[in-house]
């Protein structure tokens, strides 16, 4: 009987590879924070902060952390692969810790040294950012980091969510991956970026895909389809939000924000329409998570008495 | 005596709010001190992105001690009145004072440590701190109750003379322990006293007086850019903002490609200051260099890679501003302005293109009425300095030959049909500071006349006070129609500024008005322009609200208010069947209601300003309160004429029988010939006015009482006399002038008056015994002070 061949897993490299500064993230907030280590959602969103493990697991008492990548799409954002910075799809890095922590901004840093950033050799500076969602009735204070005067990561302390007080405030940190990715190979085009340590770069998995998605998103994309599709998700959201389901309704929320989102980049959507369409999106979303604290409220009162919403 | 450190520390306060914040520290600290009755010496305060200090000198160790006396009954008082005076003061019998047979209840209270009041003091502080925005952190979060900061509050030093005030908040005890750098120190630093609190620190990286940090980066920054043989673009702002970013600032400089100095310099600036908090620096020719300076918070390792970081991310952002310049130049100013049909200029006043529209007329009808002229009044020139007549209307105006035929009329129409053009730019839509800018630069990059460039360029111009104000003709032209169609458009949807309140800043753009208006000498009666800007408002809001297309409204409006549009609007305008004729009535009635009121604001305005420029307010308020005048450049020479007036001799006199005259017309209720009706025995003095088989009565009693009045039945005394004839010449001169404008001539008219009033009240009795001479006499000091009075009313003089 032989036993099977050790395996032993090659150090990790994330000055020379994003999938390994991506891995290195993942390893540090696992065993640095105890976070749930989640893979992205499977739906179409402008940003991390839409995923549910940050929007309505931010709502309630109980702890939660959590990290993952999420992949973003900003179809105005689309240069057709033709910039070096602008993509219509790109990664986030969200780590939420709730109740934030105290030493937070030193964890951060030490994540930030365990990918390659010296805070001697590079300056990183906390600046003055509040966050505000309208969409999501959400806002928080905190701080764009610099390093070198690059916004590296977004941080920010949840003070409400869908018009709930946090309580307790969840720490919310955005690393933008392409731009860290960027800084740390020394690279000034996204696609030149090494993907991994085996010779395929980032342009070899997303460079076609820029220049298609562009083209769609600007072009090509149906506006009649897009609009019935963003009433289609308004009337499921609604059919699931009486139906009890907040969370399927969220879902719906999402997909009617990236449709409205598409509509914009297919510019037939006029400035006057637009605050109307903004304010559906809005509706959608503050239900959905009014709707999810309304029904989760009594198992959160049961295990925290002292807490109301 | 001793000294007090207290050291607040948390996470990163926002730049922005350390100066105000160390402010209010001292203010707090210094308000609860004196409440506790700690005499406040000197106090000095700290702020760095992490902590928030606070050093006070010379503190007593306790406060003093003091008696309390309380006065009680007399001595042999009833035992109730004793018993309650004891109850009262909670002392018994044997604990009273006896004085001068009086009890008195005297209780010492002990001094308080002065650690005990800061102890006390600290989280009151903290809890009171008028952060502008505030956050809960943490487990405590759980709670709403939870302390809030401006960023999590992770430690608090509190030390006097040396020895640790024990204070507790949200479970943040205070110790002696603090961080030093972020990066450049490790572990905590301990404090010893507050004496030792800043080279500490400085030990560890730390610098902790604001203003050094700030003298460091300015210093530091000018040092670099000279060094590389450039000035640095001075910029306080920018000091501020990154002495409030770092603990250690170290400037550095670097550059960026040359290539992107084809983007105008105003952009290359703005973008590397607002998005990137870096200076900008010159050539020794004055030109825009292609270096910026960044404020790095360490000593780096290698500072040139910093600085290429550094230089990346301006990279980036200066290929978007060359971006947007480009993208911006492929579409015309004119094909720009078409998109400004879908922007919102306010809910209830349509679009932005409606504004444009208004304005156009506006500007062009300014240069055709010869209000904006090519060569307006040279200063100096005036009014009430010599005579100009206001100018016969340029109906006509001659092109000039570099404006290959356009007339400026034409000019000013074009340019404020593209002045807002610019604000559906890229560029614009990044930096809205640029508004204006950009549009002058893309205009000259088409090949606009030079003219209608700068128009666009500065017709937001002056913006507040100290502001240079216009006086390129067009740019005049747009720039004060832009600002009376704003004013006036607001004020008739009855949006108008309310004590603080004052969102559309119309304030701000009265004052550019009225600078306008001063500095050009322009000549323009607001009324007319004020009810006409607010009537082609109104027409654009009703559209806005009530039709569903501009043909529509195009159609029912033309019908409404047809070419007189004035008159439309009080009968036609609601003899219109197709939209809603109540509301659109309510509105309009709301709308020329404030007609009034504008021009009240305006007058308003126009006093806060010469009152700001050392005008006397009460010489303001003698011409103001006439009335009926809506040229400022008319009403501001007589206010100035008459500043000059009542400073001399004759002036201060005239004032003094002026008052006099009508002190007495006052005292004796003279109400005129007609008045003296009341003497007939008629309760109400006109009760038979309006009966109309009385009226030719009164009508043939009053004009025998006139003809008495200006044919004296008595001869007249000499002094008497001798105010009838100067009042003859006077009066008519003083009214002629006014009527020119020579307001000094007024005056001048007005000093012959101040001999023969002095003479008449030395030697005429007003109040003879014989009704006739009385009245007569009346009306003749009511003739003076109304010969007076058309000057200025000199009732509101002070003196």
């Known amino acids: 009987m032989s036993a099977a061949p050790l395996y032993k897993p090659a150090p990790r490299d994330p000055a020379r590879s994003f999938q390994d500064m991506i891995l290195t993230l993942h390893d540090f907030w696992s065993a640095e924070a105890g976070c749930v280590i989640l893979q992205p959602y499977d739906m179409r969103m402008g940003a991390g902060t839409f995923h549910t493990a940050t929007t309505l697991r931010a709502l309630g008492p109980e702890p939660w952390n959590a990290a993952f990548v999420q992949p973003c799409r900003r179809p105005t954002d689309g240069r057709y692969g033709e910039n070096p910075n602008r993509l219509q799809h790109y990664y986030q890095y969200q780590v939420i810790l709730k109740p934030s922590p105290s030493d937070i901004q030193e964890l951060y840093l030490k994540s930030l040294g365990a990918i390659g950033i010296d805070p001697l050799a590079h300056d990183i500076r906390f600046v003055e950012d509040d966050w505000e969602s309208p969409t999501l009735g959400a806002w928080g204070l905190g701080w764009e980091v610099w390093c070198d005067g690059m916004e590296v990561t977004q941080f920010t302390y949840f003070q409400q969510m869908g018009g709930f007080d946090c309580k307790p405030v969840a720490g919310e940190l955005t690393y933008g991956l392409e731009r860290l990715a960027m800084y740390i190979q020394g690279v000034d085009n996204v696609y030149d970026l090494a993907f991994n340590s085996s010779g395929v770069s980032y342009g070899d998995v997303f460079l076609e895909n820029e220049r298609q998605m562009s083209k769609w998103n600007f072009e090509v994309a149906d506006t009649d389809a897009l609009f019935d599709l963003f009433a289609k998700a308004e009337a499921e959201c609604r059919n699931a939000l009486s139906a009890g389901v907040p969370i399927a309704a969220y879902e719906q929320a999402v997909e009617a924000s990236h449709v409205f989102n598409l509509l914009q980049a297919r510019g037939v959507i006029s400035v006057q329409e637009r605050a109307s369409y903004m304010g559906r999106v809005r509706d959608l979303a503050r239900s959905s998570c009014e709707a999810y604290a309304a029904k989760m409220t009594p198992e959160w009162s049961a295990k925290y008495p002292e807490w109301v919403l | 005596m001793a ?64 008696s309390e006396e309380t006065k009680g009954p007399k001595v042999g008082a009833p035992p109730q009145a004793l018993e309650g005076f004891l109850r009262k003061v909670g002392l018994t019998a044997e604990q009273l004072t006896e004085r001068d047979g009086v009890y008195f209840a005297v209780v010492e209270k002990p001094g308080r440590e002065t650690a005990a009041v800061l102890a006390e003091t600290i989280p009151a502080i903290i809890r009171a701190f008028p952060w502008p925005k505030s956050m809960r952190w943490g487990a405590a979060s759980l709670s709403t109750e939870s302390l809030r900061w401006v960023r999590p509050l992770s430690g608090i030093i509190a030390l006097l003379d040396g020895a640790v005030v024990p204070c507790e908040i949200d479970g943040i005890a205070s110790g002696r322990t603090t961080m030093g750098h972020r990066f450049h120190h490790s572990g905590p630093v301990e404090i010893a006293d507050a004496g030792s609190y800043i080279e500490t620190l400085r030990a560890a990286h730390v610098i902790v007086h604001f203003s050094e ?42 550059r960026f490609d040359e290539a992107f100095l084809d983007v105008p310099p105003e952009v290359i600036q703005l973008t590397a200051r607002v998005n990137q908090k870096y200076f900008v620096c010159q050539t020794p020719d004055g030109n825009l260099a292609n270096a910026f300076v960044c404020t790095a918070n360490i000593d780096a390792i290698d500072p040139a890679v910093v600085v290429d970081g550094n230089r990346k991310v301006l990279a980036a952002r200066l290929s978007d501003a060359r971006f947007f310049w480009e993208q911006d130049q492929k579409t015309s100013l004119a094909d720009h302005a078409k998109k400004l049909s879908r922007i919102t200029f306010h809910e209830k006043l349509g679009t932005v293109a409606d504004k444009v529209e208004r304005v156009a007329k506006l500007a062009r009808w300014l240069c055709e009425e010869g209000i904006v002229t090519d060569s307006p009044f040279p200063p100096g020139e005036g009014l009430g300095m010599g005579g100009a007549t206001p100018r016969p209307s340029n109906t006509h105006p001659q092109p000039l030959p570099s404006r290959e035929g356009a007339s400026l009329a034409d000019l000013a129409e074009q340019a404020a049909r593209l002045c807002k053009a610019d604000l559906v730019t890229e560029m614009v839509g990044e930096f809205p500071e640029l508004q204006g800018l950009m549009g002058g630069y893309y205009a000259a990059k088409e090949g606009l006349p030079q003219e209608v460039a700068e128009a666009i360029r500065d017709h937001y111009k002056p913006v507040g006070q100290g502001d240079d104000v216009p006086t390129a003709p067009v740019t005049v032209a747009v720039s004060l129609a832009d600002k ?26 009265s004052l550019g008005i009225m600078e306008l208006i001063q500095k050009n000498n322009l000549r323009l009666g607001l009324h007319p322009i004020v009810s006409n800007q607010f009537i082609q408002a109104l027409a654009d809001s009703i559209t806005a609200r009530l039709f569903k297309t501009s043909e529509d409204a ?11 549009y004035e008159d439309a609007l009080d009968k036609r305008l609601f003899e219109f069947a197709d939209f809603d ?195 007569a006499r009346l009306a003749l000091l009511a003739r003076f002070r109304d010969a007076v009075h058309r000057v200025a009313d000199f009732n509101r003089i002070e003196g």
């Open chain 2, 3 to 66: 000294d007090f450190l207290l050291e607040l520390r948390c996470e990163e306060i926002p730049a922005r709010m350390q100066p105000k914040a160390k402010e209010d520290l001292a203010r707090l600290f210094a308000d609860a001190l004196a409440k506790a009755g700690l005499p406040v010496g000197e106090i000095e305060t700290f702020a760095t992105p992490r902590r928030l200090a606070l050093i006070a000198k010379d503190l007593p160790l306790a406060t003093e001690a003091v």
């Open chain 2, 213 to 254: 940090r700030c003298t460091l980066i300015r210093n530091g920054a000018a040092k670099v850019a000279a060094e590389a043989s450039l000035t640095l673009v001075a910029d306080e702002g920018l000091v501020i903002e990154n002495a409030g970013l770092t603990e250690w600032p170290v400037p550095l400089l670097g």
């Open chain 2, 484 to 509: 009376l169609d704003t004013v006036c458009a607001f004020f008739a949807i009855n949006e108008r500024p309310t004590g603080s309140k004052d969102p559309f800043a119309l304030r701000r753009q």
């Open chain 2, 554 to 564: 195009d159609k029912a409006l033309r019908a409404v208010f047809g070419e007189d």
């Open chain 2, 581 to 775: 004729k109540t509301e659109a009535e309510a509105q309009a009635k709301i709308a020329m209601a404030n007609v009034p009121r504008l021009l009240d604001f305006f007058a308003d305005r126009l006093k806060v300003q010469q009152r700001e420029a050392g005008v006397r307010h009460d010489l303001i308020d003698a011409v103001f309160a006439l009335g009926g005048e809506d040229d400022l450049v008319r009403l501001l020479a007589r206010v100035h004429a008459l500043q000059a007036f009542v400073t001399t001799e004759d002036g201060t006199n005239l004032l003094a029988g002026y008052k006099r005259a009508a002190n007495i017309l006052k005292k004796e209720d003279w109400r005129g010939i007609e008045g003296e009706i009341a003497q007939t025995g008629e309760e109400d003095p006109l009760a038979m006015v309006d009966d109309p088989d009385l009226a030719p009565v009164i009508a043939a009693k009053m004009a025998d009482r006139h003809a008495a009045a200006e044919h004296l039945s008595y001869t007249p005394e000499p002094a008497e006399k001798a105010l009838i004839d100067a009042l003859d010449a006077a009066a008519p001169r003083a009214a002629q002038a006014v009527e020119g404008e020579k307001f000094a001539d007024a005056m001048a008219a007005l000093a012959t008056l101040r001999a023969p009033i002095d003479r008449f009240f030395e030697e005429v009795t007003v109040n003879d015994a014989d009704a006739n001479k009385r009245a």
